[in-house]
């Protein structure tokens, strides 16, 4: 504000006294144009009777009141600090006090108002200087006024300064009022200083946007509410904001009133003589322009009010999409804290400032990360990993596998191995995948289509080229989605119909259609149910053989069978409608994905064959074998394939074979009939009964392998041979085949000796022949071992699998349990109409026997290689303390590339190993770009759900890998 002192009453010449003001007025108006054309402040200058710094000292407050231009202009850039301060200097973290202004400032202000004299132009400073000398007497006489007039500045300027700071705190959530208001200030004084050190727009919107992203992250990693939570503190945050405007216009008209009052009370202080008016005029207009300068930092506009609106919708998109992961962090949490404390504190949530809750929470973390878990708290670990301290299953036991023999241990012939020991520290995240360039494209078996492999065979007579043979290394290439792909049609329907484009393969229905395999209809393969033995469908089979022998009992006395040349697997597809689970396979060979088709319509398969090696199950395991016209040469080479059947089959078991031997008289049927008929009688198979269907014109001949050793011992020629003492006949992971047969077990507490209860009972049963004497898997004695197993994953299937980590089981029909140990996972699962493929891997304890043995099935396998299935096969794979012992033997990347290879897209995986395994399975699935729907970690132990999506790379590979 302009004010100035009335001329000495003591000058003696009106004319003298008139030339000395208008001279005085003119230079005041020069210097008031030149110092207008140099500053962007719209406070009018002093008057001419001002000193230099007094001039200098009002620019410099006009300049801090012309703040808001600066900060208004970048609108957007200062939203963005709404919620994410970013990455804050040290003073700009303080609590609410801190934002009240500084006590100091005014010392700021006269630094700036000295920088600022610096910077003047030079007529301006030499201006200032000849009204200085002239009027030094007047200037003395004003200093006294002067001051006061800068304290009543000052105080407009501060009151103008809290305005402002209170609309910052409200954008900025309380956390970066003080580091946008002092990166303005050095913007605007850069900016009257020549444009010197200027921040550009820019430059604040990187700054901006890396604070946000910064911020973003660290709330999303350590707030996990749940939806009630998250739903009050997104109403609470809202009404908070709508009282924060009300009073902030309501502060602005308050503000606009007192600075008024105080430039009344400046003008009286300080009159203004009237020969003036010109420049009392000037000061109103100033006031004036000043009121509409301070006016929109006051009052939010209607843009501003649209952009918060939609900052807030996305915000609770935002929070939305978060909820539904932190209900599966929550599955997991739930299983580990106590759920009385975790009530108590959403109570205390409920009534609480939202503000006092976030701090509340921060701290129960750091509280509930020191104490001890209390007896809840240890219950819901023990049900969440078999493992973790105090749970009521412990980790494996040293000590007990001194009693359990390994599959590799039992293989003396195993392949010797190939893969590189490797610690498995470090992460790969980030890894490179490409597409395998194989010939076998969208349907490559890596241990299956070894192209180099099996070039170098010396022979196929045994069909070792149906056979495994491994790459050295895992690959890791990626295999290509089938054009067209869908998602898998969901169970029961997908028994009857599969999308063709899901396996494009029309052979099988060009070839056998007439039998009612597979047919191609419009977009579908169709299944009319039919097989080479079975035209008219398999249900009338699987009723016509029951009939021939009633003891067959599906169901109940049988519940495992193996079908042996399965082709699209209609046979073990309808059993399940009789409660009986069939291990159905057959080779990759001229029957184009006849085991492909079986997957995909959701019936268990794999791709093997009767060739030069065991299968890769225990001995004594089936209830039945099958084999419906499966062209296996079982009475070749003294019968060895037929023997490996007769190891796999259960003491006092069924094998059903229809073929056209059985009711057929051409000359080579005839002769093959001799042959097994000599064959069967030597091994003591008695045949039971032979039955010939009329409606599809067949016949089946029933056997039965002996239930004691009288026969064998009874033979007059010992052909087949009886085994060595020491030949294992658990022994299966890459074993050769011999033509020799094992004694049945006579021992009556040895497996063998006593059929199965009937199912379901013998899914819940501890099998008779495990010993309270040996020690079980994880420390117990074994029946209370296995019966502690199968409640503690009664409870995690029921308490978190099912209803917590986002799966929809109505879309879940084939599972892999990738290292199961009784098979208390998929025992948990029996009322869902899903089935369980129970691998047991080579170099942990043989279980598969107990496995089989309560009515559930599985098979060998190793890790570190291929599985022998087609891709896109599983829905569900669950790995339970898996990668961290593979971590010893073999590297991750290529197990899960093998994991990628075999799940459907779309499908869920569950992993529950040591933090550190969990942290490097998490960073190879985000590389292949499955989306990580949980990770959860809490006494070095962890759980991970994961889904895979449709990426797929764009370059393929240089060489087959």
Not at 237 to 264: I, P
Request: negative net charge; proline residues 5%; hydrophobic residues 30%.
């Amino acid at each position: 504000m302009a004010l100035s002192k009335s001329r000495n009453n003591k000058r003696s010449s009106s004319n003298s006294y008139a030339s000395t003001a208008t001279t005085v007025v003119f230079i005041a108006l020069c210097v008031l144009g030149v110092w207008m054309l140099t500053s962007n402040s719209v406070i009018p200058s002093q008057s001419s009777t001002t000193t230099t710094h007094t001039a200098t000292s009002t620019s410099t407050r006009a300049s801090n009141n012309d703040i808001p231009q600066v900060i208004t202009k970048p609108t957007e850039s200062t939203a963005t600090f709404e919620d994410n301060p970013g990455d804050l200097p040290t003073d700009a973290i303080k609590s609410d006090e801190s934002h009240k202004v500084d006590i100091n400032s005014n010392d700021g202000d006269n630094k700036s108002s000295e920088e600022q004299s610096k910077s003047m132009p030079a007529e301006e400073q030499e201006s200032e200087r000849a009204v200085a000398v002239e009027d030094d007497q007047q200037g003395k006489e004003s200093a006294q006024e002067q001051q006061k007039q800068k304290e009543s500045q000052t105080q407009i300027s501060e009151e103008s300064s809290m305005t402002q700071n209170q609309q910052v705190e409200q954008t900025s959530s309380n956390k970066g009022s003080e580091f946008d208001q002092d990166r303005a200030q050095k913007a605007s004084s850069a900016d009257e200083g020549g444009g010197n050190d200027k921040v550009t727009e820019n430059e604040a919107q990187e700054q901006t946007t890396e604070g946000s992203e910064s911020a973003a992250q660290e709330n999303h990693d350590q707030q996990k509410p749940d939806d009630a939570v998250l739903q009050q503190q997104l109403q609470e945050d809202e009404n908070h904001g709508n009282s924060q405007d009300t009073a902030q216009n309501k502060m602005s008209a308050e503000d606009r009133q007192q600075q008024e009052e105080d430039v009344d009370k400046s003008n009286k202080n300080n009159p203004v003589p009237h020969n003036n008016g010109e420049e009392q005029q000037q000061q109103q207009e100033g006031v004036q322009d000043q009121k509409i300068e301070q006016e929109p930092q006051n009052v939010i506009s209607e843009e501003d009010q649209k952009k918060r609106v939609e900052q807030h919708q996305q915000k609770q998109e935002d929070n939305s999409a978060a909820a539904t992961k932190n209900d599966e962090a929550a599955a997991a949490s739930q299983e580990f804290e106590d759920v009385t404390n975790q009530q108590t504190d959403g109570a205390q949530q409920n009534s609480q400032p939202v503000a006092e809750q976030q701090t509340q929470r921060q701290q129960q973390r750091g509280h509930r990360k020191g104490r001890k878990v209390d007896k809840a708290a240890e219950s819901n670990s023990g049900e969440a990993f078999p493992g973790v301290e105090n749970s009521g299953i412990p980790k494996e036991s040293k000590e007990s596998k001194k009693s359990w023999s390994t599959q590799a241990a039992q293989s003396e012939n195993e392949k010797e191995r190939r893969k590189d020991e490797t610690d498995g520290q470090g992460s790969i995240y980030g890894y490179t995948w490409q597409l395998c360039n194989v010939t076998a494209g969208t349907d490559y078996i890596p241990c299956l289509d070894n192209e180099q492999a099996l070039k170098q065979l010396h022979s196929t007579r045994h069909f070792e080229h149906r056979e495994r043979h491994c790459p050295k290394e895992g690959p890791t290439c990626l295999v290509p989605l089938p054009e067209g792909y869908k998602t898998s049609i969901a169970w029961p329907q997908s028994r009857d119909k599969i999308w063709y484009h899901n396996v494009p393969h029309t052979l099988l229905a060009e070839v056998k259609g007439h039998q009612n395999w597979v047919k191609v209809t419009g977009e579908f393969l169709t299944f009319p149910g039919g097989g080479t033995q079975f035209i008219h469908g398999a249900l009338h089979y699987i009723d016509f053989v029951e009939q021939a022998v009633p003891t067959i009992a599906w169901g109940k006395r049988t519940r495992v069978i193996l079908d042996v040349g399965c082709g699209v697997a209609s046979f073990g597809g309808y059993l399940f409608e009789r409660d009986v689970l069939t291990m159905s396979f057959a080779p990759k060979d001229e029957h184009e994905a006849q085991v492909q088709f079986a997957l995909e319509r959701g019936i268990p398969a794999i791709s093997a064959v009767m060739g030069s090696q065991r299968l890769p199950f225990p001995s004594r395991v089936f209830d039945v074998v099958h084999c419906a016209r499966c062209r296996v040469p079982w009475h070749a080479e003294g019968g060895m394939l037929l023997l490996e059947l007769n190891r796999v089959l259960r003491p006092g078991g069924y094998f059903v074979w229809s073929a056209t031997p059985v009711y057929q008289t051409l000359e080579e049927d005839v002769e093959i009939w001799k042959a097994m008929t000599t064959l069967t009688a030597s091994m003591c198979w008695e045949l039971v009964t032979i039955k010939k269907d009329k409606l599809n014109s067949i016949g089946a001949a029933v056997y039965r392998k002996p239930t004691t050793n009288e026969c064998y011992n009874a033979r007059k020629q010992n052909q087949p041979p009886m085994c060595k003492n020491d030949d294992d006949p658990n022994a299966a992971w890459y074993v050769p085949l011999q033509s020799c047969m094992h004694s049945v077990p006579v021992d009556e507490a040895e497996r063998g000796t006593h059929w199965p209860e009937e199912w379901p009972s013998r899914l819940q049963t501890p099998p008779y022949w495990l010993n309270s004497s040996q020690m079980g898997i994880y420390g117990k004695p074994a029946p209370q071992d296995f019966e502690a197993d199968y409640e503690h994953w009664k409870r995690v299937v029921n308490n978190s699998y099912m209803s917590r980590l986002g799966i929809t089981w109505t879309n879940v029909r084939n599972v892999m349990d990738m290292r199961a140990v009784y098979g208390g996972f998929a025992a948990a699962l029996k009322d869902l109409k899903v089935w369980v493929m129970n691998v047991v891997n080579v170099d942990s304890p043989d279980t598969l026997p107990i496995i089989y043995e309560r009515g559930l099935f599985g098979i060998y396998h190793d890790w570190c290689e291929s599985f022998s299935t087609y891709p896109r096969t599983y829905d569900l794979l669950h790995a339970d303390h898996l990668f961290s012992k593979l971590q010893k033997r073999c590297k991750l990347a290529g197990v899960m590339a093998e994991i990628d290879r075999i799940m459907r897209p779309g499908g869920k995986l569950i992993v529950r190993d040591e933090s550190r395994a969990i942290g490097e399975v998490e960073n190879l699935l985000k590389s292949l770009h499955w989306e990580v729907h949980l990770t959860f970690s809490k006494n070095q132990e962890g759980i991970l759900s994961a889904q895979k999506g449709n990426w797929r790379p764009d370059t393929i590979s240089a060489a087959a890998t």
